[in-house]
T-cell receptor
Framework: DAGVIQSPRHEVTEMGQEVTLRCKPI?????LFWYRQTMMRGLELLIY????????DSGMPEDRFSAKMPNASFSTLKIQPSEPRDSAVYFC???????????FGPGTRLTVL | QKEVEQDPGPLSVPEGAIVSLNCTYS??????FMWYRQYSRKGPELLMY????GNKEDGRFTAQVDKSSKYISLFIRDSQPSDSATYLC????????????FGKGTTLSVSS
């Protein structure tokens, strides 16, 4: 299995631009998670889906952030408009119901200038 | 007070040393406790998982949970340079594999 796939791996953009991060979970997994990691705040859960349905989005920092999962094999995290404080590494993870393991992707390193 | 506290280190030890990594937490509802290892510029990967209190051993790694003290530990015996990474504790009050609360991570460096 290829594992969780994220794209792009690196993104540099200017303040005010729209940013879209993409994730392909492991085939057959029914949970998908979006996390953000910074030095100051560590690894924080933003939102997670079960069977493509958002279950908990309480970690989404504000309305500039949105996430979708149109099908079982694809999810996006969008930031519009982006701000310098959004600079972080964004991880996608997936897991199988009843499993104790979340499998993380390699992350997208976002820099907003 | 943050829900999960973890000393960020860095922690530097010589090869072969015993390493102790710790986290404290405040939410008594947590029942699932995990340790993830994260190499530089990689995603975290699950290292150890424990449900409720007690010990669990896997090779050179031992995880301990003391719910009465709200304190979890990870011990690494005979540490190796390949153990150099950031170790994150994580916990949840619900079914394992769902929403996790992570510590900030402790960066460990093992020198040969």
């Amino acid at each position: 299995d290829a594992g969780v796939i994220q794209s792009p791996r690196h993104e540099v953009t200017e303040m005010g631009q729209e940013v879209t991060l993409r994730c392909k979970p492991i085939s057959g997994h029914d949970y998908l998670f979006w996390y953000r990691q910074t030095m100051m705040r560590g690894l924080e859960l933003l939102i997670y889906f079960n069977n493509n349905v958002p279950i908990d989005d309480s970690g989404m920092p504000e309305d500039r952030f949105s996430a979708k999962m149109p099908n079982a094999s694809f999810s996006t995290l969008k930031i519009q408009p982006s701000e310098p404080r959004d600079s972080a590494v964004y991880f996608c993870a997936s897991s199988l119901r009843g499993s104790d393991t979340q499998y993380f992707g390699p992350g997208t390193r976002l820099t907003v200038l | 007070q943050k829900e999960v506290e973890q000393d960020p280190g860095p922690l530097s030890v010589p090869e072969g040393a015993i390493v102790s990594l710790n986290c404290t937490y405040s939410n008594s509802a947590f029942q699932y406790f995990m340790w993830y290892r994260q190499y530089s510029r990689k995603g975290p990967e699950l290292l150890m998982y424990t449900y409720s209190s007690g010990n669990k051993e896997d090779g050179r790694f031992t995880a301990q949970v003391d719910k009465s003290s709200k304190y979890i530990s990870l011990f690494i015996r005979d540490s190796q340079p390949s153990d150099s990474a950031t170790y994150l504790c994580a916990m949840s009050g619900r079914q394992a594999g769902t929403a996790l609360i992570f510590g900030k991570g402790t960066t460990l460096s093992v020198s040969s």
